[in-house]
């Protein structure tokens, strides 16, 4: 099976995107890996799959699937590519575009100096909806503060505190003193997979440089370390505004570039802002 395709990147997390706005190609879990496989495939950390709209709601559909061929809820910087994919293939000339997605739906805006803006939806930090199970969670999982900050425990006598919040999928965001030691390699893989989380966890490594700016590596569900995590990059500023250590507008800088958050506060929505950019497009044949 031949399929057209098109490579792209925002803040260096790179997609490949489908056009299934005619028809479905119907890709097993098997199929999508191997796009994604970077030796075999065309490679990516995810792939998009832009769909017709099944409601009035909405402009159009799409539908995320990590490197490891499972199907996620929600992509900050997939979200932007979107965006500037059916722009530039013609398939819409708004100026704001709501799209439907698993985690629900979203706005959209191209802006003028190339980058795009995104209405993430406000934050939820409701543990069922999240979702996060710490009562029933083994190893232990204990309260830190006002249920937002919990101590993991994990695997050697480690454990993290950790921030948890849905950006719809969740996120467990930690603070480190310096981003370049992190131990994302080590702890990340720990906490996504938490018992905790039954849908397992992206896992958020913070440095606060100031009010305005933090450096963030972000280990995401499925794909291991990304050059950059849109909602990762959400989740990390909301947990600092709610924690009192950061402001409301804060530049993240990520391996791959730099995103900008915005959230005024409780029961307003996140805005995040920053690059998307075509690299190729192609065609390649999926193994049936």
């Not at 530039?88 to 805006?109: F, M, P």
């Not at 909806?129 to 050697?156: E, K, T």
């Not at 950059?228 to 947990?239: D, F, L, N």
């Amino acid at each position: 099976m031949r399929v057209p395709f098109t490579k792209m990147q925002g803040a260096g997390n790179d997609f490949v995107v489908l056009d299934e706005t005619r028809g479905r190609w119907h890709l097993t879990a098997q199929q999508y890996r191997f796009l994604a496989d970077r030796h075999f495939g065309v490679g990516a950390d995810q792939i998009l799959s832009v769909r017709a709209s099944t409601t009035p709601e909405a402009d159009f559909e799409y539908v995320i699937h990590n490197a490891d061929g499972g199907e996620v809820e929600q992509c900050g910087n997939g979200a932007r590519c979107f965006v500037r994919y059916v722009k530039e293939r013609g398939l819409t000339q708004k100026a704001d575009v709501r799209v439907k997605v698993q985690g629900g739906i979203i706005t959209l805006r191209d802006q003028p100096d190339g980058r795009v803006t995104v209405d993430m939806g406000q934050p939820i930090f409701d543990s069922p909806q999240i979702p996060f199970d710490p009562m029933h969670a083994r190893p232990g999982v204990s309260p830190v503060a006002d249920f937002l900050l919990w101590r993991l425990s994990l695997y050697g006598q480690e454990s993290a505190e950790v921030a948890v919040l849905s950006m719809g999928n969740p996120h467990a965001v930690t603070w480190v003193q310096d981003i370049e030691l992190a131990p994302v390699e080590r702890l990340g893989p720990q906490i996504e997979r938490h018992p905790a989380f039954p849908r397992r966890v992206n896992a958020g490594f913070m440095q606060i440089v100031h009010r305005g700016l933090i450096h963030l590596r972000v280990f995401e569900r499925g794909a291991g370390e990304t050059l950059a995590c849109g909602t990762g990059a959400c989740a990390a500023v909301v947990a600092g505004i709610r924690l009192g250590w950061l402001d409301a507008r804060v530049d993240v800088q990520a391996r791959g570039g730099r995103l900008t958050i915005e959230w005024p506060g409780l029961g307003h929505s996140v805005r995040m802002t920053g690059p998307a950019q075509t690299v190729f497009h192609g065609e390649i044949e999926i193994p049936e």
